[in-house]
């Protein structure tokens, strides 16, 4: 399957998390790698940001529901994601 939203999803929740209420650091990310998600997904943080990450992972959620016919093999899904 595809991580990148269970990333996405755990990189925001850290980000709002790791500073305090006082504005004191509550802890630092110190590190991103991984296969697959864990490798690509810092790369478009950084790239992209975090509003523009998104929002170019929820249209791709929308393109697969509407044309679901296209993305049925893993092979294809695939093709498509990286275009």
């Known amino acids: 399957g595809n991580y990148d939203a269970y990333?996405?999803?755990i990189a925001m929740v850290l980000e709002r998390?790791?500073?305090r209420p006082d504005g004191s650091a509550a802890?630092?990310?110190q590190r991103h790698a991984g296969a697959s998600a864990g490798g690509m997904?810092?790369?478009e943080l950084a790239l992209?940001?975090?509003t523009t990450t998104l929002e170019s992972h929820l249209s791709?959620?929308?393109l697969?529901?509407?044309?679901a016919s296209w993305y049925k093999s893993a092979v294809m899904a695939m093709y498509?994601?990286?275009h």
């Open 7 to 9: 990333y996405m999803g």
């Open 17 to 19: 998390a790791k500073t």
């Open 27 to 29: 802890f630092t990310i």
């Open 41 to 43: 997904m810092p790369f």
């Open 48 to 50: 992209k940001k975090e």
């Open 60 to 62: 791709y959620g929308v």
């Open 64 to 67: 697969s529901e509407q044309y």
């Open 80 to 82: 498509l994601e990286d």
